[in-house]
């Protein structure tokens, strides 16, 4: 089955540093995503990467808080900017892969504490 | 809209005991029904999965049937075990729609 990682797995920033968060995966995919998991809640969809071209955010996400770049099939990165306590959170990506509609793989996440 | 709704945790039970989650759904046409779980410091695996009404995802002794006239998936096993303490998250997702919907999440401990 296909590997998905992310680097960092955690980290501690200080406020208005910025943390690129890369997501790799070791076959082609359809479609890359980007969700926040605030402590002890569900997911939240934050983008969807699409390669090539802009991401797709969602209401309340926008480009210069969360630039998210996808220069190929299987390697995304996601950079939270300018970063304040409230950003600390899990950030997880997850993937399709061709075939497979519908369902959506996850990478393990990255554990960001923001002091 | 679409969304998930499932029973608030947490739930604690011992050993080889019967666990069921709730989780029903509000969606327009027929999404996919997905059970994902989420070990301590990890990301989320999916556990199980269905497409269809009537369909029966399982898997590691875990099951979930798409009920369409209930609107419901809840998850069963019949002997949990320590090893299954988890959070379980409930998810919808419909076709060719980037949005998959995440319900709450529900913490399960199991005591030996």
């Known amino acids: 089955s296909a590997v998905i990682s992310q680097k960092p797995s955690r980290d501690i920033c200080q406020r208005g540093t910025s943390l690129t968060i890369q997501c790799q995966v070791d076959?082609?995919?359809?479609?890359m995503f980007w969700y926040r998991q605030q402590p002890g809640q569900s997911l939240t969809l934050i983008a969807t990467a699409n390669q090539g071209s802009e991401a797709t955010y969602e209401s309340g996400f926008v480009i210069d808080k969360f630039p998210i770049s996808r220069p190929n099939l299987t390697f995304s990165t996601l950079t939270v900017s300018n970063m304040s306590p409230e950003d600390s959170s899990i950030y997880l990506c997850?993937?399709?892969?061709?075939?497979?509609?519908?369902?959506?793989?996850f990478g393990p996440g990255t554990r960001l504490l923001v002091l | 809209g679409n969304s998930v709704t499932q029973m608030e945790g947490p739930v604690t039970l011992s050993e080889e005991a019967f666990l069921t989650i709730n989780c029903t759904y509000t969606a327009t046409g027929y999404p996919s029904l997905f059970w994902y779980v989420q070990y301590p410091g990890e990301g989320l695996q999916l556990l199980l999965k269905?497409?269809?009404?009537?369909d029966k995802g399982s898997n590691k002794g875990f099951e979930a049937t798409y009920r369409k006239e209930t609107t419901s998936f809840h998850l069963e096993k019949g002997s949990v075990q320590v090893s299954d303490s988890a959070v379980y998250f409930c998810?919808?997702?419909?076709?060719?729609?980037?949005?998959?919907?995440f319900g709450a999440g529900t913490r399960l401990t199991v005591k030996p």
């Open positions: 997850s993937v399709r892969f061709p075939g497979v509609q519908e369902t959506q793989y």
């Open positions: 998810a919808l997702s419909r076709y060719n729609n980037n949005d998959m919907r």
């Open positions: 076959s082609q995919v359809t479609m």
């Open positions: 269905a497409t269809k009404a009537d």
